[in-house]
């Protein structure tokens, strides 16, 4: 297993994983969409916001807890749905799981899976949230959302921003491709990686064969190698409708993952969500969307006062989640930054990540003068002017 106390920060671990994964998988988890302005923008935009920290203050009793659908979490993060996460590490999803459980945080479970939500809640446990890709036929999804429930997932997150596919060029280019093929390219990349090879691949594949997409109803379940995460969707006839579908058949939390405009974020309420994820995907659908962070204020002012808003997208230090939770957050999604994690070292990769944000999100509201998630407001934020 690789050293992870080497690692002191995400873009460590970040390294890491660069390091041991295939090019094609590494790039399809890591990259974004065409020119990855988006991809870019999401950082860039961390840094446009500056802090203005209060001095001379009793922070020795610092708390991190924060509280989601009337529920305390230790810290003000919960781990993103990533599809992929079990092809990192063997068994990913579960070592993520745990560690989020160990964290006391949420973890989200993604429809392309490859680990059933039912073993994921009966071998782990912990706060489950599970996203959901509505499938063509809306039979099949409420299929999923019924095993979601049974299996006794509290919030169901659909993704609203995907009408269609984005457009990751650097897929074709690594030889990758839906459904999944071997070529030139992508054997040699696999054969020059014999770690993930022989420890991720190997492993499935001598514990029963290749892994498939678990979750997708039986009739659309395959191997990876005969779907990567596409079999049966097509989202670009979706309308509000179906979250209205989803809320009369859904008991638990319901939220729209995907929302940047303020009108949209009124309207999943109005249609009968419990909150909203501010989200533009990672940068990995449209390339020139405006970055999450940028967009939560409008979007936090126009529902935040009744509802829950929630932000991802390009989460990679202690400070960002602290600016979030300045702008109005009532918590942070992080995705890529525990996949690395998790591909390094399984769940003590996965765990070292979190770790990551605990350090770093304390020791940042100490600077700031802050002991409590509460006391992170706007007035301690101030934006850099755009020249």
């Keep these: 297993m690789a050293r992870i106390d080497d690692a002191y920060n ?225 989202n670009d006839s979706l309308t509000w409708d179906d979250l209205k579908m989803l809320r009369d058949n859904w008991p638990g939390k319901l939220l729209a993952k995907g929302v940047l405009h303020p009108e949209d974020a009124e309207l999943a309420i109005a249609n009968g969500a419990d909150g909203v994820v501010v989200s533009n995907h990672g940068g990995r659908c449209l390339d020139a969307t405006m970055a999450p962070i940028d967009a939560l204020p409008a979007i936090v002012k126009a529902v935040g006062h009744k509802t829950t808003v929630i932000v991802d997208s390009g989460f990679r230090r202690g400070t960002d989640v602290v600016k979030a939770m300045a702008l109005g957050a009532d918590t942070v999604l992080v995705g890529r930054s525990t996949l690395y994690g998790t591909a390094v070292a399984g769940y003590d990769g996965a765990a070292r990540a979190i770790q990551i944000f605990q350090e770093e999100i304390g020791r940042t509201m100490a600077l700031c003068g802050c002991t409590s998630i509460d006391q992170l407001t706007p007035e301690l934020l101030e934006y850099a002017k755009i020249s």
């Design 10 to 234: 995400i873009f460590d671990l970040r390294d890491k994983a660069k390091a041991r994964l295939p090019k094609w998988l590494f790039e399809f988890v890591d990259r974004g969409t065409e020119d990855e302005v988006a991809l870019r923008n999401n950082r860039e935009a961390f840094e446009r916001i500056k802090l203005k920290p209060r001095v001379l203050r009793d922070v020795s009793g610092r708390n991190l807890a924060t509280t989601v659908f009337g529920k305390q979490h230790k810290l003000p993060i919960a781990i993103a749905p990533t599809g992929a996460a079990g092809m990192m590490w063997y068994q990913g999803e579960l070592e993520l799981a745990r560690a989020a459980k160990a964290a006391g945080i949420p973890f989200t479970l993604a429809t392309g899976s490859i680990t059933s939500m039912e073993k994921i809640a009966t071998e782990v446990g912990g706060t489950l949230w599970m996203q959901l890709y509505m499938f063509q036929d809306r039979k099949l999804s409420l299929e999923l959302v019924k095993r979601a429930e049974n299996a006794g997932f509290e919030a169901l997150l659909v993704t609203v921003d995907t009408a269609v596919s984005g457009n990751r060029e650097y897929n074709h280019r690594n030889g990758f491709s839906v459904p999944f093929t071997y070529n030139s390219r992508n054997t040699l990349d696999v054969l020059t990686h014999p770690r993930w090879l022989f420890g991720t691949l190997g492993r499935y594949i001598a514990t029963g064969g290749m892994p498939r997409h678990e979750n997708y109803p039986e009739s659309l379940r395959k191997q990876l190698g005969g779907g990567f995460g596409q079999a049966g969707r097509r």
